[in-house]
């Protein structure tokens, strides 16, 4: 689960980070009077799920209340990269010395976090490390042992701050890995981090992605979850439990298993079709959930056609055959639906389907003809 | 041979009395595994389904029974205190097939594993499979084979679905392993590879993958540099868009090398056969093996 800017300050400051004093607006005029309570010089910013905003226009700088009432005018309902804006943050100014780049995420390879640390902040950190990539530290932490006070001094040297702000640095430091465990976070960034004139260390931007397997106990974190921004399919899917991805094309397509899903996707690709979404309704073959999945896959309106691909393996064929019967009649739906049917029992699955079938359901045994199946039905009911 | 299990394995169920855990012991049992004990705390004392001893503890029941090896199905809270206890206990090999396991535990759970010579699949897997031999999965008996293939698998039904396909052309198995859809997880393809290259009776190997991580890159410098047996690849997730999870927690893509296409040119600049759907994995295996 990814969260807004402010949403993920809000849980830094909660580990002691610092950051500049900041409002969230729904509306121009709450923006106005968010800016006339920080006061001087605030930043309006989009608060979107995507990276790129400023280069969007979704970031403007200004001077006085009535400008940030402009400015918010302008960012809210704004569009960027298909996120459409809903709220925006109101933070405060500061006299920034200098700027660099500071996470800390998930290494799979290694099986521990990597802190990384760069003297280049505000900037992309993938592009730091094609061009310049001596300016990056990478270390790698052990959570056996959690972050040790030699990687803190090995980054703050390499920070090159003294003083003061090389204290707050380090205070930062120890608080963004207490923050990245205790949060369940697979990603910390803080891009840029700042160092003020005055040796403040301060979090200007943060990116912070929980784990959702760890959600469960961090019930105040899992509140955080923006239904009114999510698509509406995948909010319907993720209330009951389903794993659905919108996709762009016209061929609905469901399966059991992420796996075989993927690889669905993928063969009607090939196919020259173009997936309308991933949905994986699980290994039963209850009927219930069945419906709800096709449901929310035809409710999409660009799709044409629906592909079912299932291997039957401990839930046999013919039971899976049965439920898909019971779930068509439940929701009426008539796009043409191509089922692939294979595994335990298949054939006498099979034979359950062809005897039952409404006309719009075609069933195939190989997934390869079933996917050049289901993508020329789409290209017809297109037409 | 098999890999991982076989006729010597005494399994232990940990959250045997659950509903997944009691459904899945009476499937391994049926196709022949050796199940000596459950655990479920609170319930020592009592007897399971298949006349199966429950434990308090997985020390006292691997004391009793002489277990050596264990499957969990314990709900994901509790998943990473079950595999502590397991290997507290010295088990060999331990599958834990519970899907959602917090990444964080399971960091710790890995890091902990260097220190232990014992050997986790998964989380999030369908477990290991040897047919004839012993089944310490949820997968379906009925559609594997004795044979020489070894099959080592990032998803459940992808393997269900290829396992199918070479059985029905008369190619068995020697063993398949779900190594899990997680994006930290016990042992990755390298380790069942060069356990596959070790095992005398694996002629060929199959490595099923998908988006996400890096691992596949890595098996194929493995592949080309250590293996003498040939491999046959396929990866799942072309159509996927960045920076949406796909199914497994670990199905993301997230950067140049986390994308189908960047590891199924990896696997074919290093001289691996890596099929374009699971339908040609089959056929690509009977090439391989010269039928």
Known sequence: MDLYEHQGKELLKEYGLETLP????????????????????????AQVLTGGRGKAGGIKVVDNPEDAEKAAEQILGMDIKGHTVGRVYIEGGAEIETEMYLSVMVDRERKQSLLLFSTEGGVDIEEVAETKPEAIVRLYV???????????????????????????????????????EGADASLVEINPLVVTKGGEVLTLDSKVTVDNSSL???????????????????QRAQEAGLQYVKLDGDVGILGNGAGLVMSTLDVVAQAGGEPANFCDVGGGADAEQISTALDIVTSNENVRSVFFNIFGGITRGDEVAKGLLAAIERTNIEHPIVVRLDGTNAEEGRRILSENTPANVHTEEMMLDAARSAVKLAKKGGN | MAILVDDNTKLLVQGITGREGAFHTGRMIESGTNVVAGVTPGKGGQTADGGVPIFNTVDEAVKETGANASVIFVPPPFAADAIFESLGSDLGTVCCITEGVPVHDMMRVANYMRLKDATLIGPNCPGVLSPGKANVSIMPQSIFTPGNVGVVSRSGTLTYQVVNELTQMGIGQTSAVGIGGDPIIGTDFIEILSLFEADPDTECAV???????????????????????PVVAYIAGFTA???????????????????????????????????????????????????
């Not at chain 1, 968010?34 to 006061?39: M, N, Y």
């Open chain 2, 207 to 229: 490595m099923i993958g998908e988006i996400g991580g890096n691992a596949e890159q890595r098996a194929a410098e493995y592949i080309q540099s250590e293996m003498t047996i």
């Open chain 1, 216 to 234: 469960y106990r961090h019930k105040d974190i899992a509140d955080l979850h923006d239904a009114a921004a999510a698509d509406p399919q995948e």
């Open chain 1, 142 to 180: 052990d959570p056996l042992v959690g972050l040790q006070p030699f990687q803190i001094r090995e980054v703050t040297f390499a920070s090159g701050l003294s003083g003061d702000a090389a204290k707050g640095f380090g205070k930062t430091l120890q608080n963004l890995y207490k923050a990245f």
């Open chain 2, 241 to 291: 868009p960045e920076g949406k999870t796909m199914g497994h927690a670990g199905a993301i893509v997230s950067g140049g090398d986390t994308t189908a296409d960047a590891k199924s040119n990896a696997l074919r600049k290093a001289g691996i056969r890596a099929a374009e759907n699971p339908s040609e994995v089959a056929s690509l295996v009977a090439d391989a093996l010269g039928k």
């Open chain 1, 22 to 45: 900041g409002k969230v607006a729904t509306t121009p005029k709450e923006a106005r009077d968010a800016a006339e309570e920080i006061g001087g010089t605030v930043a309006v910013k």
